[in-house]
């Protein structure tokens, strides 16, 4: 009898791994990429007091298109192009490699690396924003296009920027390209550079 009873016990725990390992699969943690909006930007100033390196050097890069551009005094994060104020929902630009550190370290956060961008964006099935002359919403629009994103870096002279703006295409820029090889130093920041960061994601 007690043999019996060892062995019903011995396929009771058995069972329970087996069944663990099927669905415990439920609670699994995933990583995701999250843009960072102007209001998720200004959230992170107005708790912190934090100073861009636009905002120190008073001026900034401001991108028509992939070949004209110029230096606008005045360009920030809240004044992208130097007159017009940025919107809510949309990502936040005029931001360098050093200041979305910043903000990742105020928010438990990461950037991700470039490998790693372009893992997950995979996960992003929304529309690529290229070739165009209007940004997009943050929600709206595939990570891939619409801004460049930073990426991480330990160089400060050498941040690579990872899948293109608005103003690429497949002729020129062809940022939407892994094989694209673009760098900035940590202080840059331009009309058409955001950044996502790393997050948690419980399924």
Excluded at 16 to 37: N, Q
Excluded at 92 to 116: F, G, I, K
Excluded at 136 to 165: C, F, H, Q
Aim: proline letters at 2%; glycine letters at 6%.
């Amino acid at each position: 009898m007690l043999i019996k009873e060892i062995i019903y016990k011995v396929q009771i725990l058995n069972l329970a791994g087996i069944l663990l390992l099927l669905f415990g699969c439920d609670d699994t943690k995933s990583f995701y990429l999250k843009p960072v909006t102007v209001e998720d930007f200004a959230k992170f100033v107005q708790q912190t007091g934090y100073t861009t390196d636009a905002e120190k050097f008073g001026w900034s890069v401001v991108q028509y298109d992939v070949f004209d551009f110029e230096v606008v005094e005045g360009a920030t994060w809240h004044v992208p192009n130097g007159l017009d104020s940025a919107k809510a929902d949309f990502p936040v630009a005029q931001v360098s490699h050093n200041d979305a550190v910043a903000y990742c370290n105020w928010t438990n956060t990461r950037l991700p690396s470039y490998e790693e961008y372009w893992e997950l964006v995979k996960q992003d099935d929304r529309k690529i924003m290229f070739n165009i002359n209007t940004f997009a919403k943050a929600r709206e629009a595939n990570l891939v296009g619409n801004y460049w994103d930073i990426t991480a870096s330990n160089d400060p002279m050498k941040v690579r920027l990872a899948g293109g703006s608005i103003f690429c295409n497949t002729t020129t820029c062809n940022g939407t390209s892994k094989d694209r090889e673009l760098f900035v130093d940590a202080t840059t920041g331009n009309i058409h550079i955001s950044f996502a960061v790393v997050e948690l994601n419980k399924k």
